[in-house]
């Protein structure tokens, strides 16, 4: 299964580093990407990465402060957030083959790959 880790209450400005571990057939995927869902908005795709050829995508939202990367055990992948924003704040998951790097593609209803149950993240001004 994927589990998410780390968020929390962090002020607005500062960074902190979420977690997706995935074990058992969960960490054999094509990609594994973050999406979150804030207040009032729908789910949206965040950042993926390919584990075919290990390329990176990040949305214009996020881009330039936030950075996905995969530990050298392919069980871990790892969403860094920097200058974080108050819209920022949203439960943050992690899912298996919902994301596309080359077409930018996100899937964020459930149905596609494994998803984890999500970690808070509020952002405070």
């Known amino acids: 299964h994927l589990v998410e880790s780390g968020g929390g209450f962090v002020q607005a400005g500062t960074s902190t580093r979420l977690a997706c571990a995935a074990s058992?057939?969960?960490?054999?995927?094509?990609?594994i990407g973050w999406f979150r869902e804030s207040p009032g908005k729908e789910r949206e795709g965040v950042s993926c990465f390919s584990s075919y050829d290990g390329l990176t995508h990040v949305t214009n939202s996020v881009k330039g402060r936030f950075t996905i990367s995969r530990h050298s055990d392919r069980n871990t992948v790892y969403l860094q957030m920097d200058n974080l924003k108050s819209e920022d704040t949203g439960v943050y998951y992690c899912?298996?083959?919902?994301?596309?790097?080359?077409?930018?593609?996100?899937?964020?209803?459930?149905?596609?790959?494994?998803w984890g149950q999500g970690t808070q993240v509020t952002v405070s001004a």
């Open positions: 058992g057939v969960y960490s054999d995927y094509v990609s």
């Open positions: 899912a298996t083959d919902s994301c596309d790097v080359q077409t930018e593609i996100y899937y964020p209803t459930q149905g596609f790959g494994s």
